[in-house]
């Protein structure tokens, strides 16, 4: 299984190749002039406020969304869309109520949604997806319809979804967002062993660096069209932060914690019309 | 008229041992809708499309009404006009938003056409009617044969398109991120839809095809998530309502869509029956987990 377990081998092809890439909606930079390149067995952290872009830069690497400018490839190729070395767990959306599935049957989707015609082989699927569950520690609701269940528990089953393929590159858009202490410990570390097992790349968006800190190789900071990217330490510090957000920001180390201080309400941009994402979870 | 002669207006079974061979064409084109009408319900609770349906509904009667006006097959411009009317949704109302307004603009437009035609017609009055509040009592074969080979043509598609067709309609996030083509296969279903609302027009009429094919659908996904089981029931009921409708209706004079549309709506109610008692249920073990 695992070919490459040593994380960011230098020899090795990277699997996200970004060059010079920028993005802008309008006369809305999102990014300008990113130089990426992401290691199999790599785990990047992407940080910044709401808006920044980070959701819109996962979108860029599954090919669901052009750059404005420079190039983006994976695994040496250009990104497309629906690649199947590329797994995702999406920003928090719930189900409708009365979606006729059960969580097993939405882990399944995962596996072979992509597929015409109705689903033959259906003992082999059984075996992967109760694996799946198990993974995610989802067995118990298994036979629940995925309409009531808990935000934690839906977020659970994505992650089932996005392990199905043993992804070489893994999305994570707050992939943690409703999960309890043990559930936030549980879920990354699954998608981390991805990467220290299966050599896949690791992208995880998220808010709060703190669960995943000992996981993280390089930080990928977003802020108000600009970013810096470097190791945890390189990155969050009280400089660098107060230099992204043009306001005074004061990094502390305690316990092996990173505390930030002094966050601004909201970050300016280029264009101050910001909305919020329409897809995005409460 | 009395209660016992509206009794026996509404449940007559005179001669009955006579007609129901004269509607065994009836009965297997119940029962090919029944089937066809189950399946795509499912999707049309899972993309939230109930109101297209009726849109469409009302512009293939205006087509279907055109057809009677002009002395062609009337099944051939009911079909014309729910295909028409589903590209167009499809195409220019991707969004749910849009797809609303638009219905909003086009049913009424549909509806008028639909009444201009037939108040120009001069024949029989009862087919005007009918194409509203359904008639089937004398399916002929070539009807039949119409019929049949459509509604394969929507089981088949639907049969093809069942995985990413539900991906895209509960998951659309990840199912983009997996490829799916997911703006295709919308416009895709519409038509397969269109085609079901065609059919199903030619039992209960444009004014009820909900009762076909939302009722049965819902009623299913009342009792149950498990997604095979949803179909069967589904199917089950569509095919109950619409043969126990036509049985019904047979020896009386009424036309069948009352008695399609009321077993639909009872087996609704049973199904949300059972789904309330088993949530108390639910929740009262819940409670006396927590208290224990
Ligand atoms: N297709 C689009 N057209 C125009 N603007 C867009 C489009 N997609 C995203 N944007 C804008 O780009 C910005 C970045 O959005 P994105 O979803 O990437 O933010 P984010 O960093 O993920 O934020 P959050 O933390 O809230 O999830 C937002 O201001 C959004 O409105
Ligand atoms: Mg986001």
Excluded at chain 1, 43 to 60: C, D, E, I, W
Excluded at chain 1, 180 to 185: E, I, K, P, R
Excluded at chain 2, 242 to 249: D, K, R, S
Excluded at chain 2, 256 to 264: A, F, N, Q
Aim: with cysteine.
């Amino acid at each position: 299984m695992a070919t490459d377990t040593s994380p960011a081998a230098p020899a090795a092809e990277p699997v996200v190749s970004m060059r010079n890439a920028s993005l802008r909606f309008g006369d809305r930079l999102l990014w300008d002039g990113l130089d990426l390149d992401i290691a199999p067995g790599e785990f990047l952290a992407v940080l910044g406020p709401n808006g920044s872009g980070k959701t819109t830069m996962l979108r860029t690497l599954m090919g669901l969304q052009e750059l404005s400018g420079g190039t983006v490839k994976i695994a040496g190729r250009p990104a497309t869309r629906g690649s199947r070395q590329v797994g995702t767990i999406p920003q928090q959306r719930s189900f409708d109520d009365n979606t006729p599935l059960r969580a097993r049957d939405l882990v399944a989707l995962g596996i072979d949604g992509h597929k015409w015609g109705i689903r033959l082989k259906r003992k082999a699927m059984r075996r992967r997806v109760d694996e799946l569950l198990e993974l995610v520690g989802a067995t118990s609701y298994a036979e629940r319809p995925v309409g009531v269940l808990s935000g934690g528990e839906q977020q659970r089953l994505r992650a089932a979804q996005a392990l199905a393929d043993d992804p070489r590159l893994l999305l994570c858009d707050e992939p943690l967002l409703s999960l309890d202490l043990h559930h936030q410990q549980a879920i990354s570390g699954l998608i981390h062993r991805q990467a220290c097992d299966h050599g896949a790349a690791v992208v995880f968006v998220t808010h709060e660096i703190n669960p995943i800190l000992q996981y993280v190789d390089r930080v990928l900071y977003l802020a108000g069209g600009r970013f810096h990217i470097g190791t945890p330490g390189e990155v969050m510090r009280s400089e660098v932060l107060s230099e992204l957000y043009g306001a005074p920001i004061e990094v502390f180390e305690s316990n092996g914690r990173i505390v930030v201080v002094g966050m601004p309400e909201t970050v300016t941009h280029a264009n101050p019309q910001q909305r919020a994402h329409p897809l995005q979870g409460a | 008229m009395d209660l016992s002669e509206i009794w026996s207006t509404v449940f007559s079974f005179e001669d009955y041992a006579e007609i129901l061979p004269l509607v065994s064409n009836s009965l297997i084109a119940g029962a090919l809708l029944g089937l066809v009408g189950g399946m795509i319900g499912i999707f049309v609770m899972l993309r939230d499309m109930a109101f297209a349906v009726h849109g469409i509904a009302e512009l293939s009667f205006a087509g279907a009404a055109f057809a009677l006006l002009i002395g062609t097959n009337v099944v051939v411009g009911s079909l014309v006009g729910s295909v028409l009317a589903s590209l167009l949704l499809g195409i220019m109302g991707a969004a749910a938003k849009d797809r609303n307004s638009i219905i909003g603009v086009l049913m009424p437009f549909g509806l008028g056409l639909g009444i201009l035609f037939l108040a120009l017609y001069q024949g029989r009055s009862a087919n005007k009617f009918g194409l509203l509040t359904g008639q089937i009592v004398a399916v002929d074969t070539v009807q039949l044969g119409v019929l049949a080979v459509c509604s394969v043509i929507v089981m088949v598609a639907l049969v093809a398109m069942w995985r990413p067709l539900t991906f895209i309609s509960v998951d659309p996030a990840v199912a983009a991120a997996r490829g799916i083509p997911a703006a295709r296969l919308s416009v895709a279903f519409m038509v397969v839809l269109g085609l079901a609302v065609a059919l199903s027009i030619q039992v209960v009429g444009a004014l009820l095809v909900l009762a076909l094919l939302i009722t049965p659908a819902a009623a299913a996904i009342r009792v149950t998530s498990n997604p095979v089981l949803t179909v069967s029931l589904s199917v089950a009921f569509a095919m109950t309502s619409v043969v126990g409708g036509i049985l019904l209706a047979l020896a009386g004079s009424l036309p069948i869509s009352p008695y399609v549309t009321t077993i639909s709506f009872l087996i609704y109610l049973v199904c949300r029956l059972i789904a309330w008692r088993r949530d108390r249920v639910r929740h009262s073990e819940k409670m006396a987990a927590v208290a224990a």
